[in-house]
């Protein structure tokens, strides 16, 4: 996950002060409206709607538009949208693995912009279940180093029942079984340590390491399935060396 996540993480805070803010804003709201309507307004009683409403403040998504989402998932304001979420699998170039998990309230529409853009950029739709079998469901919550040390945070989560914490770079992942990601968070704010985001995400069991050419063209085609409004996270099993990323990175 490491060459992949290095990547993401780099990625999406260049993504804040570039012109995808709003397409960042417009999925970090879809995410808080999904998860007010499943389990209701309050975040303290609705984990998933906590971790939703943290992760879109550090992106700086203003609080009345965290407000308005929550009002309108939960039924207490007009304009809320059905949304429901599709998972696509499919192929991309020197057989990475890909999945695509949409939130969208047209079905037709998201399943059109990902074939199109995994087709243009030399990927490949895959029949349901022939790629999912290769990633598991787990908790992740990215850490920002800052002072701390992977003993701090390793410390911190190790009873709570994280598996493991990767260092990244300038954060840390915490790993552990998506039904442990409340615990794993909740020991991280009990500790004092801040956090970027919490979710459960589909990790790979196995990786494919790229080179650089490889690398470029995977990381094309998630920025092409990523620019759908439709697609709300892309997950892929591709790993790529810190030398390699500072190439492309360049």
Known sequence: MSGHSKWATTKHKKAVIDAKRGKLFAKLIKNIEVAARMGGADPEGNPTLFDAIQKAKKQSVPNKNIDSAVKR???????????????YEGYGPNGVAVLIECLTDNRNRAASDVRVAMTRNGGSMADPGSVSYLFNRKGVVIVPKGELTEDDVLGAVLDAGAEEVNDLGESFEVISEATDLVAVRTALQEAGIDYDSAEANFVPTMQVQLEEDAARKIFKLIDAL?????????FANFD???EVMAKVDA
């Not at 998932?73 to 998972?87: P, R, V």
């Not at 990523?226 to 892309?234: A, F, G, L, T, Y």
Request: charged share 30%.
């Open 240 to 242: 790529v060396s810190d």
């Open 73 to 87: 998932g939960a039924g207490l304001e007009a304009g809320g949208a059905e949304y429901e979420t599709i998972m």
């Open 226 to 234: 990523e620019d759908s409004d439709d697609v709300q996270n892309v």
